[in-house]
């Protein structure tokens, strides 16, 4: 099977129409954008609805889409660690008990949250290691959409970035958050309507899912792996030998499911800005929880189908193939997929979907960056406010949109390093374990223990972070023949795949941090007062009760359903 699609007229004229309605949302939202507060924060007027849905649309890009997809045909159903241990509880906690702190803290972004928390030194360093993670991330989106356009339309691939660069650009600049957030509420419902015609076809021709199981036991077995294993998720987690992540049940409870997990969904600005700009406390509470529900599905979507495609590859009369120079490119799964089940003009509806998918993840990303880089950096460190409020205004609401063109200008750079990775999830993981595991630690202590002091924060997370980058620098995933994936210093540890890597350099990372943190924690001196904490620690601040009368409206509600619902499928796939 050959990379290259053939594409009717009519699929072009889909994908033409999406661009033209992104980059009209942002026309139409333009004239609204009158100061920085509206541009880079939405003015926080977001109905819970969208900005659950955008919460959710921003995590589904390319990480999403391409990665677990290729994910799922690498691993099986143990990707789905990923959603219903990795995310919803984080999800939930995220929720009820960390929500009402940055959201009635009135910070505008996790890094001015630490700066009143801690001090300004601590929000200094977190500032610039997130804009450099957004960055990269951001790059990983832009690189997955080149590769897209070069395969599916044949397009040169320093041309497709360069396309792709421009159209994200184009919107974010001229709508700021508000442009980034209904596009990503229009993105989500392009990406489940395009990918689900994939979803059932490819079972059908594998005769459901007694028949994967089926078809899947010989090729895993081959792998050295009992039958089952592409199927289930926790049965054969007691090595990590036994199952293809290389991970123990322990490395995925604590590496995934409690530091890499809560490290992104609880830290990590890009998503917690989406519930920052809910019209209400109560929204911004019941974000995370209403884009859980489609989170805990998601598998379905995208992993299903990389585990049919694990089985069509082992079956030459399909003729489907990701290999390319002799070695499998699972970033290729899911395009391969569309081009083997959808005709002409549905094929078009499913090319929109995945364009939709990486474009939400880069916007996400350079919204997220501009924001961060106009206030914790910019306006902290460089050109600080002047008290004449609409000057300010106007001047930071220029930076906001410069700082949009400069994060896409470097995520361009990032996208060819991007390139390097085998599998672009492997890639996102390295950098969410290097800067969002210490960076939970500092703030799940800063917001549940008063006495956490400011220097202990900052040396907590500066060492989490170094220890983390020695630990990458030290180990390999096998395999490995680029520095990118670690062995950079030297090789003391060879590590069984990329994900095993990743899980114990968060590990090691946040507990680093956090024991450092502790330990200074008690021996330094208490810098801010209990009344300063008031709003920021969780035990300081009284409890405010929110009145609500429906009961599908209290988070409380919401999140024993969604907690609920994510026990239910682990069992069925346990």
Not at 122 to 138: C, D, E, K, P, Q
Not at 269 to 284: G, K, P, T, Y
């Amino acid at each position: 099977m050959g990379l290259k699609f053939e594409l009717g007229w009519i699929d072009y004229a889909i994908m033409l129409i999406y661009f033209i309605f992104v980059l009209g949302i942002g026309w139409a939202l333009k004239k609204y954008m009158k100061s920085a507060s509206a541009f880079l924060e939405a003015g926080r007027s977001m109905p819970a609805w969208v900005a659950g849905l955008a919460f959710i649309s921003t995590n589904l890009g390319a990480l999403e889409v391409m990665g677990m997809t290729g994910s799922g045909a690498k691993y099986g159903m143990l990707t789905t660690h990923f959603y219903w241990i990795g995310a919803i509880p984080a999800m939930i906690f995220l929720a009820l008990f960390m929500m009402p702190f940055y959201y009635g803290s009135k910070a505008r972004s996790v890094p001015e949250y630490l700066k009143l928390r801690y001090d300004e030194k601590t929000r200094g360093l977190n500032a610039i290691l997130f804009a450099v993670m957004t960055i990269l991330a951001s790059g990983i989106s832009m690189y997955a959409l080149a590769l897209l356009m070069e395969t599916v339309l044949g397009w040169n691939f320093h041309l497709s970035l360069m396309l792709s660069a421009v159209i994200v650009l184009g919107y974010t600049y001229l709508g700021g958050l508000s442009s980034a957030i209904y596009n990503e509420v229009l993105q989500f419902f392009i990406i489940v309507i395009g990918l689900l015609p994939i979803v059932f076809l490819s079972l059908k021709q594998v005769g459901g899912w007694s028949g994967l199981e089926h078809s899947l036991a010989p090729i895993v077995s081959a792998k050295g792996y009992a039958a089952d294993t592409f199927t289930t998720t926790w049965k054969y987690t007691g090595a990590a030998k036994s199952n293809p992540l290389g991970v123990e049940w322990y490395g995925i409870a604590a590496g995934l499911g409690f530091v890499l997990s809560f490290g992104y969904w609880c830290t990590n600005f890009l998503i917690v800005q989406r519930a920052m700009a809910a019209e209400s406390i109560n929204a911004a509470r019941k974000t995370p929880l209403i884009g859980a529900i489609p989170k805990m599905f998601i598998p379905f979507l995208i992993i299903v189908p990389g585990i049919v495609a694990l089985v069509l590859m082992n079956d030459p009369t399909t003729g489907f193939s990701i290999m390319v120079d002799g070695k499998a490119n699972y970033d290729l799964t899911i395009i391969m997929l569309l081009k083997q089940y959808l005709p002409t003009g549905v094929l078009g509806l499913g090319i929109t979907a995945l364009l939709a998918s990486f474009m939400s993840g880069m916007a996400g990303n350079v919204s997220a960056f501009n924001t961060v880089w106009t206030y914790d950096i910019y306006q902290s460190y460089i050109r600080p406010a002047t008290g004449n409020k609409d000057a300010d205004d106007k001047h930071y609401l220029k930076v906001g949109r410069l700082a949009t063109i400069f994060g896409v200008v470097v995520s361009i750079a990032a996208a060819y390093l991007a390139g390097l990775f085998g599998n672009i999830m492997d890639f996102l993981q390295t950098i969410f374990s290097m800067i969002n595991a210490p960076l939970f630690a500092v703030i799940f202590l800063g917001m549940f223990w008063k006495r956490t002091t400011g220097h202990a924060a900052f040396t907590g997370l500066l060492a989490g972070f170094l220890v983390a980058l020695l630990h990458h620098g030290l180990t390999v995933p096998e395999g490995a023949t680029t520095l990118v994936k670690g062995g950079w210093i030297g090789v003391v540890h060879t590590y069984p795949v990329e994900m095993a890597q990743n899980f114990w350099t968060a590990i090691f990372a946040f507990t680093t941090s956090a024991s450092l943190t502790v330990i200074l924690s008690l021996i330094t001196k208490k810098i801010k007062s209990d009344d300063e904490l008031i709003g920021l620690v969780y035990s300081m601040t009284p409890r405010s009760k929110v009145i609500v009368k429906e009961w599908y409206n209290r988070p409380v509600v919401l999140a024993s359903i969604v907690g609920i619902i994510c026990v239910i499928l682990s069992i069925i796939f346990w």
